[in-house]
């Protein structure tokens, strides 16, 4: 792949970007692969938090104050 564009950083940037390269990987290549680093920790991030009722009432206790908020919004028949 060809640079198409071109960015401007901080000499201090660059010089943290040279130390996160593997040998022989382009600027572009040690972006993309951090970008997706940093994806795949938000993403088991997000899957990790799904949890967090695990062993509690507490997604009960969210989804009957959920549906008592609605009912609270419906007309009456």
């Not at 949890?51 to 609270?72: C, F, P, S, Y």
Request: proline share 5%.
């Amino acid at each position: 792949m060809s640079a198409t564009e071109q960015i401007r950083v901080s000499p201090e940037v660059k010089s943290a970007l040279e130390a996160e390269k593997e040998p022989g990987e382009s600027y572009n290549e040690t972006l993309e692969r951090l970008i997706d680093e940093r994806v795949a920790r938000r993403r088991k991030a997000i899957r990790e938090g799904a949890g967090v009722w695990e062993g509690t009432d507490g997604a009960e206790a969210a989804r009957q104050i959920h549906e008592e908020m609605n009912e609270g919004l419906s007309p009456d028949p």
